[in-house]
């Protein structure tokens, strides 16, 4: 038996052609129903997605653990900043690899920051939450002066770098015991 198939689509014909359906018409029923519940899926999943993606606000207690991680990050990347200054100034660290660690610390800083950043803080942390955030992208923006500084060839400043450096790290390392806890 042989159909016409003049204007049909080439999935239509396949499915007649394979067995699936007897005629054309029962292989577009086919077509439309495996069409629509395929329509209805690609929805249903879409749907989830979106409302996957609505940002959600976290417990008090997920909320300072992120900030406890973003705040050592920082921290850490402060440091390895202030020490790299601190040989370098003492021609234990080539120039080349000094500029690399400090992009390097520049990096994982705002990553860090920006990261916490991004997080919905919970009612009660709200306030912490501004007073952290200021006080990363504080130290984030001092680890982009001292690469700055690197860069440049401005090792006049590498002594006040590694001092402010220094002292931002023991307040990283402060805010970052006193996240352990709920505000008081």
């Known amino acids: 038996m042989r159909f016409r198939t003049v204007g049909v689509r080439s999935s239509t014909r396949s499915t007649v052609l394979r067995g699936e359906a007897e005629n054309i018409e029962d292989a577009l029923e086919r077509i439309i129903a495996t069409t629509g519940t395929r329509a209805t899926v690609a929805a ?20 300072r653990a992120d900030a406890t991680r973003a705040v050592g990050d920082v921290a850490s990347a402060v440091q ?20 690399s660690v400090l992009v390097d610390a520049e990096r994982i800083s705002g990553m860090a920051a920006q990261t916490l950043s991004s997080v919905q803080p919970p ?40 001092t402010d450096l220094r002292r931002t790290a023991e307040e990283l390392q402060h805010l970052e015991s006193t996240l352990e806890h709920p505000p008081s």
């Open 80 to 99: 390895t900043a202030q020490l790299a200054l601190a040989e370098s100034q003492s021609d234990h660290l080539p120039h080349a690899y000094l500029q």
């Open 123 to 162: 009612e009660l942390e709200r306030q912490r939450s501004s007073d952290v955030v200021d006080a990363l992208d504080e130290a984030t923006g001092l680890v982009t002066d001292a690469r700055i500084a690197v860069v440049a060839g401005d090792s006049e400043q590498y002594g006040d770098l590694v």
């Open 44 to 63: 249903v999943v879409l749907l989830l997605t979106v409302v996957g993606c609505a940002p959600g606000t976290p417990d008090e207690d997920s909320w």
